[in-house]
């Protein structure tokens, strides 16, 4: 059974750092995209980032425009482990993050795409 585990949330103020870890296990690693979805209080999930798996050569990757430049999705291979960079951080970024995988490599945007999650990790961003 593939577990996902997150780590790395707290609270940070604005324009503050911050890396997020996501530890998997179950299956094999390399093959498969991996994604970040985060939930703020009252709104829906919504997508983060992806990157690929194997067969992207583990290169490509998608980011929301909300993100883009502030944020940087990588993988360690060897470590089973994504992981989640996030700079300058703004209020708005304030949301549960959740780390999820599927059955594709591509490094798809929709949630419907990932049947594995883990429990998630909170990201505070004070102003």
């Known amino acids: 059974q593939v577990q996902l585990v997150e780590s790395g949330g707290g609270l940070v103020q604005a324009g503050g750092s911050l890396r997020l870890s996501c530890a998997a296990s179950?299956?094999?690693?390399?093959?498969?995209?991996m994604a970040w979805f985060r939930q703020a209080p009252g709104k829906e999930r919504e997508f983060v980032a992806a990157?690929?798996?194997?067969?992207?050569?583990?290169?490509?990757?998608n980011y929301a425009d909300s993100v883009k430049g502030r944020f940087t999705i990588s993988r360690n291979n060897a470590k089973n482990t994504v992981y989640l960079q996030m700079n300058s951080l703004k209020s708005e970024d304030t949301a549960v993050y959740y780390c999820?995988?599927?059955?594709?490599?591509?490094?798809?945007?929709?949630?419907?795409?990932?049947?594995?999650w883990g429990q998630g990790t909170q990201v505070t961003v004070s102003s």
């Open positions: 999820a995988t599927g059955q594709r490599s591509f490094a798809n945007s929709v949630p419907s795409e990932y049947n594995y």
């Open positions: 179950g299956r094999a690693f390399s093959p498969y995209a």
């Open positions: 990157i690929a798996g194997q067969m992207w050569a583990g290169r490509s990757t």
